[in-house]
């Protein structure tokens, strides 16, 4: 079976070979009987699943082992309030405002913080560069500093997470990586938590993962609920409230494909983020070189999974999109609030999904002349 492209942004593609096994143990896994959906979370099969997840997880991003990991609920929306709840003490926390999603954060946390303070924001470049780290007016005695490493929507992304410490900053770092988890590597030197929504690079909606250094726990507000205080979920081995199980079970295939990935000596994370840049590099090399379509996103801080570009005439967006849903090409128009086109090319996303892509643009290119 040829399936088309599937360039959606979230819930996004999954590995063909992730859903093949998915299926072939829909009814009966590992001849238990019952399908995952039916387990009982605590049940031994359930239990030995969540635990090869949470093990593969670590080995795939090198978590070291003063942070948990903790499968959660509610999206990278639901994180916007849980971590000030769990990390702000009420205080002061630090925003660099780079896109859609860190604006959100803020404006949530503001609810559970006594400030959330704007130490940057990119709004004066609608959102198509990264204020310089030497330009951030971080607050003295911040609970924590939160960046979106990844923006989804305007294709932002930190190419190198920035050194608090040497800013000046004692305070943890929060990082939103929803939409770049398990594309590169993570320096868990610079990072005190690390949350991301599963839908975009990792399995199907409804899984939230949270990478959280020990002594971040056991500082939640009163008005914490507990099945979000990350010290009760952390003590519960995830398992204070059910957890999601399908979604876990989904991202723990997910991971073992992972790390069966390889690009030359590289295995892993390190293959993906190989081959992830060489496909982000196609992608932008042709839409740099072409007098019909535009990418904004300044070159220093242009993301690897999501691209946001612009047919120059956008009167021709519709029969572009009409096009490339006939070529196989599915979930191509961008965000409502920015426009145009966007190409999300997550780990799923092979080499050939991009070749296609830009063999059909320069098509439509040469019949628009």
């Not at 410490?165 to 990072?191: E, M, N, Q, Y």
């Amino acid at each position: 079976m040829n399936r088309p492209f599937n360039f959606s942004a979230g819930p996004a593609a999954i590995p063909e070979e992730v859903l093949q096994t998915a299926a072939a143990e829909m009814l009966d896994w590992h001849g238990s009987g019952m399908g995952v959906m039916e387990m009982s979370h605590r049940g031994k099969e359930f239990i030995s699943i969540y635990e090869a997840a949470e093990a593969d997880l670590r080995e795939l991003l090198a978590v070291p082992a003063n942070f948990k990991i903790l499968f959660m609920q509610g999206g990278g929306i639901a994180e916007n309030a849980i971590v000030p709840m769990n990390l702000s003490r009420a205080g002061v926390a630090d925003f660099v405002v780079t896109g859609s999603w860190s604006q959100k954060s803020a404006k949530e946390a503001a609810k559970y913080a006594s400030d959330a303070h704007i130490a940057a924001t990119a709004k004066d470049s609608d959102y198509t560069t990264i204020p310089a780290a030497s330009s951030w007016n971080l607050s003295r005695g911040a609970s924590y500093v939160h960046i979106c490493s990844n923006e989804t929507i305007h294709g932002v992304e930190f190419q190198e997470l920035p050194d608090l410490k040497a800013l000046g900053s004692d305070a943890p770092l929060v990082i939103d990586f929803s939409s770049h988890v398990a594309s590169r590597p993570v320096d868990w030197s610079r990072v005190g938590l690390a949350f991301g929504g599963a839908q975009k690079n990792i399995g199907p909606a409804g899984l939230t993962i949270v990478i959280v250094r020990e002594d971040l726990l056991g500082h939640a507000l009163p008005i914490c609920p507990s099945a979000f205080d990350y010290k009760t979920v952390a003590d519960n081995g995830s398992m204070y409230n059910t957890p999601p199980t399908w979604g876990i079970y989904m991202a723990g295939l997910t991971f073992k494909w992972l790390k069966q990935q390889k690009e030359g000596n590289l295995t892993g994370v390190a293959a993906m983020e190989a081959r992830n840049i060489a496909k982000a590099n196609l992608f932008y090399n042709y839409v740099d070189q072409s007098r019909f379509y535009v990418n904004k996103v300044a070159e220093n801080c242009r993301s690897r999974m999501n691209i946001p570009f612009f047919l120059r005439d956008e009167s021709r967006n519709d029969a572009f999109l009409a096009g490339a849903k006939e070529a196989g090409l599915l979930q191509l128009k961008g965000h409502k609030s920015v426009g145009g086109m966007r190409a999300s090319i997550y780990n799923a996303m092979p080499i050939e999904g991009v070749q296609a892509l830009i063999a059909y643009m320069q098509d439509f290119e040469q019949l628009q002349a």
